[in-house]
């Protein structure tokens, strides 16, 4: 725009080199203001500065105060984040990341940054991932200082500590990790830290990529961090001990150490009666169990153990399958990749039009397949019941890993029958014994057995009964609250 | 020495005591002692299991002595040279012990499920499984012997069922037999329960090992608990002419078991009698290649592999229950020398040789 | 190259499994089950064999499907009649086995002996004797569910609810290889074209030998088992009237004593039971008095002929001798075999009429 105007003064040398360095891109935006009281030299990338800060509290104090060197500008302009610098990476680092240059003279060897990021975020909405009924209806958003302002608010300790990394070798991603000082065990906290600066990867756009890539075994189909929208869960574990990794543009917390049974709680289970939510795990737990062998055990006991089927079931059965030309691993392999591109179909589209494709799918599909012959009713029932309890499962990452190990399991159930159930179930529990989540065992604590932790598990137990941390956490302080506090004894009337 | 992170609970004894004895065995062990002492034979199972908890004890005080394995229960009584012979021996042992318990369960599934079922293919799959456990260490192993406990609780349902037919007569008169009969059986049942010498091998990778002697003994007890009621059962639900002529006793009565939902439950019970046998598998492997590790220096990856080929070769080329049966009698007369004779002699030679010592 | 042998090997593995490890389906749709098999006797040794299987409808009504062949042993005949059937037949789902009165009097324990050997035929069939030919029962279409499974609960709810003494494979065989103890089965006939429970069937050794009528069956289901249910109406002569009783408990205790080095059996029976039917007006305690009596006395004389007949045939369905070796020691099975068709055996009866209903 002014390039005219700016050949007739000399840029200062640091000016010059970072104006060779973005002189390419259009929206590097640079210009020498000569009207002022001391003539200064300024440049950033307009798309990222905020224009209202920089002309309400930066332009107006530059034009109309005296200033000898750059360390002046600290002292006039109303802005927390101003650095004096001479590095030419650090300044190149943060124009890029809304830093306003100003350079005063040529004879001036250091310039200033200053902070004047344009902060375009969405509004905190409510979680629709980890929807709850009752309970706070806030979610994560993209931005990492909205988020840490929700976590400080809820955890207004000095102890929680933020440690903040820069990892992505082009994305330069910040990512927080968090933990309570005192509480949080410090190996645990060591292991987070060292992975993620161990990170040596190009790109990172969400939490998603640091959780795989940090995660104990990658080729693992089970998620071996918990990750969560919700800032009351992640308060709430951190409080345990735990250790929550906040990165710059992901609406999603990563939780860690974390269980398998932690998969299935739903955080809505601490704001409802105690012995709802104890039902509602219990429902959760069975749900996983009928999802992954329901099908499986209808292809094994058709095709291999008739003589296992109750004779009052047998007409049903018989019927029902009378005309289907396909043996029943096929048909239950149609129907479960049916309901899985039912499901696949709905999470691409729009969702008014995600909407239509399920009931369509449900109804069309479901029907017409009936009466076509290819598949009976009775398998279409126990497909529809399987993928229904498979989307109890609080943990989106969970369920879909519930989905998909149905099919190793149908597939051996196809070799062997039951024994082929069997043989599947005993390798994913050794791959589950196996598993660790930063480097403590994954199916605490039903093995290694541990009572305490068994409290808030399978069932939740009322709060006063849950005075201890959970032990895989090993954190320093184990106690939470006194027991003996919480509830007083009484004699009747008295 | 191994490495703490290693180590398992003290408590964790009872799950790997009891889950090593529990095996293929208390699928049909009711005919072979109820042959010597008919209805009397429940009382083997306990004289047994006394038995089993006397031996149990005298090498727990052994271990405590050595605070090491039986590699370093031999080196010390006969050196270097002699007693990495000998606990070479103890790896073969363990290794045809998992080549009977993979190849008797193989035949069950064959008799009663599947009868062409590939035995190839099939102990393939099973070992494979079993070194993909083996392969996460002790601590998964161990993981294993807990569930295969804790699992399969629900069988023990399945022995309320036989009850409806039983008749409990069947057990008078009481002490019906001669001592040595009674004491044939017993020979018989501890066979049975044979496994719980795989403490010789594990008990350096036990947190505060002395601990743990307390939870073996009630694994013993487990197993006993287990073999009784299965005992009992059998011998009130067969008339002894019919027990004698029922080879897997146990299978036998899942057959009368009926619920709303299930017609005939012994497929049931077979499928999960795997998680059962399972943990047997992976301890004797796991063991064989500890000690192979330990004598040699070699790496135990590869020692593992090489016995998994090696059983699964073997139980391949075993086709016909003769040369099983031949097998196992060896096994058995092995086996039983071995608790009675080697076990309480290497305790003496541990006693004397650590009077000795603290004179000098 | 690692990538590459880690594919090769899956892949060479996955055809191998999918080659070699299946074992073969028997899709429940593609296969002729059989629910009920019909042994007869024909010319020479051959016996004839007609079984029968539902076949569902597509309007959910079920037809039967029957096959006849001939052979010498009965699991052969299976096999023989393969060739006649579309589905493959198999035979893990039978639920009733009957033999024809003539088969049943040369032995049927071979036959029995064949379906308790075949791993995939439960425990719980229900077998019975068929007076005439058991290929005319399955030949008629019996009930609306297929002939299998309604001769399969016309036995179960005569057996949990009525006179018929709980009998099946199982126990025919505990029965069969018990010493001191007889067996028996439901006999048959078909009337009408519905199949009636005519009696029970006595077996010496494996042979039947003879019967008990229908009218006596409620006192020998009274002898040989406890905690029934059941109704007999008995004729009270004192006040010509007649009276029904339904049982709700029974007990029956033995007891063998020695008398002059002679054994002595004694058999009480206890009954309890309710009033539910009375041709009289009222009754008053006198009446109640009068009809427990009558009640009384009609087991004390029915039972007592038939254990008369019992020994007359020298047989022994009560399980006398098996009682009386489970209540001494050194029981002598010769001696008491000599001794037991003139054995002095009392039986007395007690009845409680715990209510008369809901008038007086």
């Known amino acids: 725009m002014f390039n005219w105007f700016q050949k007739k003064e000399k840029k200062p040398k640091l000016f010059e080199q970072v104006y060779n360095l973005f002189k390419k891109s259009s929206d590097f935006f640079n210009y020498y203001s000569s009207e002022a009281k001391t003539p200064f030299w300024v440049c950033y990338q307009t798309t990222i500065v905020d224009s209202k800060i920089l002309h309400e509290f930066i332009l107006p104090y530059l034009l109309y105060y005296p200033l000898e060197s750059a360390k002046d500008i600290q002292r006039i302009v109303p802005i927390e984040q101003i650095i004096v610098t001479d590095k030419i990476e650090e300044i190149r680092d943060k124009i890029l990341t809304g830093y306003v240059m100003v350079q005063l003279d040529k004879n001036d060897r250091y310039c200033a940054l200053i902070r004047s990021e344009l902060n375009e975020t969405r509004e905190v909405g409510i979680p629709e991932v980890e929807f709850s009924v009752v309970g706070p209806k806030e979610a994560f958003v993209e931005s990492l200082d909205t988020n840490l302002n929700i976590i400080r608010r809820r955890l207004p300790i000095h102890q929680l500590r933020v440690k903040e990394l820069t990892v992505g070798n082009l994305s330069k991603t910040k990512v927080a990790v968090l933990y309570v000082d005192q509480i949080a065990n410090k190996e645990n906290v060591q292991t987070v830290l060292q992975r993620i600066s161990d990170i040596d990867f190009d790109h990172i756009n969400d939490s998603s990529y640091i959780s795989e890539i940090i995660t104990d075994n990658q080729f693992s189909p089970f998620p071996q961090l918990l990750d969560t929208e919700r800032p009351d869960r992640v308060c709430s574990v951190l409080v345990e001990g735990k250790v929550a990794i906040i990165v710059d543009g992901s609406p999603h917390a990563l939780i860690g150490p974390t269980t398998l049974v932690e998969f299935f709680s739903s955080f809505e289970d601490y704001y409802i009666n105690w012995y709802l939510s104890s ?173 305490n932790d068994l409290k808030d598990a399978f069932v939740r137990l009322p709060f006063s009964k849950l005075s201890k941390r959970p032990t895989y956490v090993q954190t320093n302080n184990r106690q939470r609250f006194n027991p003996k506090d919480a509830q007083e004894k009484k004699d009747i009337d008295e | 020495m191994v490495n703490d992170r290693f180590k398992i609970s003290p408590y964790l004894a009872l799950f790997v005591i009891s889950t090593n004895q529990i095996g293929v065995g208390v699928l049909g062990f009711q005919r072979i002692i109820a042959k010597s002492a008919g209805h009397d034979s429940w009382i083997a199972i306990i004289l047994a299991a006394l038995c089993v908890h006397f031996l149990l004890f005298i090498m727990y005080m052994m271990l405590k002595k050595t605070d090491g394995d039986i590699i370093n229960i031999h080196q010390n009584i006969f050196g270097k040279l002699i007693g990495n012979f000998l606990s070479n ?261 541990t006693l004397i040789l650590y009077k000795v010592r603290n004179k000098e | 190259m690692k990538n590459f042998i880690i594919i090769f090997a899956v892949v060479v593995i996955s055809i191998l499994t999918f080659t070699f490890g299946r074992v073969t389906k028997e899709v429940v749709d593609d296969v002729n089950i059989v629910s009920a098999i019909g042994i007869d006797k024909e010319k020479g040794d051959k016996i004839k064999g007609t079984v029968v299987m539902p076949t569902f409808l597509a309007d959910k009504s079920i037809e039967n499907e029957i096959f006849e062949g001939e052979s010498f042993l009965a699991k052969e005949v299976i096999n023989n009649l393969q060739n006649q059937s579309a589905d493959p037949l198999v035979i893990g789902g039978l639920t009733v086995a009957l033999y024809g009165e003539e088969v049943a009097r040369e032995g049927i324990t071979e036959y029995a002996d064949a379906l308790r050997r075949d791993a995939s035929i439960g425990s719980g069939v229900y077998l019975g004797v068929v007076d005439g030919e058991a290929a005319e029962i399955m030949k008629g279409s019996l009930g609306n569910r297929g002939t299998g499974r309604h001769l399969a609960t016309l036995f179960e709810h005569n057996m949990k609810h009525r006179d018929l003494p709980k009998m099946n494979l199982h126990l025919f065989m505990f029965r069969f290889y018990t010493k001191g103890m007889d067996t028996f089965l439901p006999y048959v006939k078909m009337v009408n074209e519905k199949v009636e429970i005519k009696g029970i069937a006595l077996f010496k050794e494996e042979k039947m030998v003879d ?150």
């Open chain 1, 279 to 451: 039902f509602f795990r219990l429902i959760r737990g069975f749900a996983v169990a009928f999802s992954i062998l329901v099908t499986p055990i209808y292809v094994a006991v058709l095709s291999f153990h008739y003589e296992l089927i109750p004779k009052d079931l047998m007409a049903t059965l018989i019927t029902s399958r009378r005309e289907v030309p396909l043996p029943p691993i096929l048909e239950a392999l149609f129907l479960e990749l049916t309901i899985e591109l039912l499901r696949e179909a709905g999470a691409r589209l729009p969702t008014k039009v995600g909407q239509t494709i399920g009931i369509v799918g449900g109804i069309v599909i479901g029907t017409a397949s009936v009466e076509a012959g290819l598949t009976s009713n009775v398998l279409l029932i126990i497909v529809a019941l399987a993928a229904l309890a498979s989307f109890t499962t609080p943990v989106y990452k969970m369920g879909n890993t519930i989905r998909l190990i149905r099919f190793p399991f149908l597939i051996f159930a196809d070799i062997w029958g039951l024994l082929g159930i069997v043989y599947c179930f005993s390798l994913m529990l050794a791959h589950l014994l196996r598993l660790t989540s930063l480097g403590r065992p994954f199916l605490e604590p039903i093995y290694p057995l541990r009572i």
């Open chain 2, 89 to 349: 021996l103890f790896i073969v042992y363990l290794i045809v012990q998992t080549i009977l318990v993979l190849r008797t369960y193989l035949e069950v599934l064959q008799v009663w499920m599947f009868p062409e079922l590939n035995i190839w293919v099939f102990s393939f799959y099973f070992l494979g499984l079993a070194v993909y456990i083996i392969s996460g260490g002790f601590r998964v192993v161990v993981g294993i012997c807990f569930f295969s406990i804790v699992l399969p609780l629900y069988l023990w349902f399945s022995a309320a069922f036989p009850l409806e037919f039983s008749s409990f007569r069947n057990l008078l008169p009481i002490f019906d037999h001669s001592i040595k009969d009674m004491a044939l059986a017993t020979k018989d049942m501890t066979l049975s329960i044979i496994g719980f010498e795989i403490i010789l091998v594990f008990y350096p990778f036990i947190k505060n090992p002395e601990k743990s002697h307390k939870w073996a003994h009630f694994g013993v007890m487990y197993t006993t608990l287990v073999y009784l009621v299965m005992g009992v059962t059998a011998l009130i639900f067969f008339s002894p002419g019919q027990l004698e002529k029922t080879i897997w006793a146990t299978l036998s009565m899942w057959k009368i078991v009926q619920m709303p939902i299930v017609e005939r439950f012994e497929y049931i019970g077979i499928a999960s009698w795997m998680l059962v046998v399972l943990p047997n598998v992976c301890l004797s492997l796991w063991g064989a290649s500890r000690l192979l590790k330990k004598i040699y220096n070699v790496k135990q990856k590869y020692m593992l592999w090489a016995i998994a080929l090696f059983v699964l070769i073997i139980s391949g080329l075993l086709t016909n229950r003769k040369e099983i049966n031949v097998l196992n009698e060896i096994y058995s007369q092995v086996g039983f020398y071995f608790l009675y004779l080697y076990i309480p002699f290497l305790f003496i030679a």
């Open chain 3, 211 to 360: 019967i008990v009528n229908e009218t006596d069956m409620f006192f020998f289901k009274g002898m040989v088992e406890n905690f029934i249910e059941g109704t007999y109406t008995v004729r009270i002569e004192e006040i010509d009237e007649y009276a029904s009783i339904k049982r709700i408990v029974s007990k029956r205790d033995i007891r063998v004593q020695e008398v002059n080095g002679k054994p002595e059996v004694s058999i009480h029976i206890y009954l309890q039971g309710v009033l539910s039917e009375f041709s009289g007006r009222s009754t008053d305690e006198k009446i109640v008095a009068n009809i427990v009596k009558g009640m009384e006395d009609e087991i004390v004389k029915r039972s007592d002929k038939l254990i008369k007949k019992f020994q007359e045939k020298n047989i022994d369905p009560v399980g006398f001798g098996y009682l009386a070796s489970t209540s001494q020691r050194n029981f002598d099975a010769a001696k008491w075999k000599a001794t037991y068709q003139d054995m002095k055996i009392n039986v007395t009866s007690k009845v409680d009429l715990i209510q008369t209903g809901v008038i007086e």
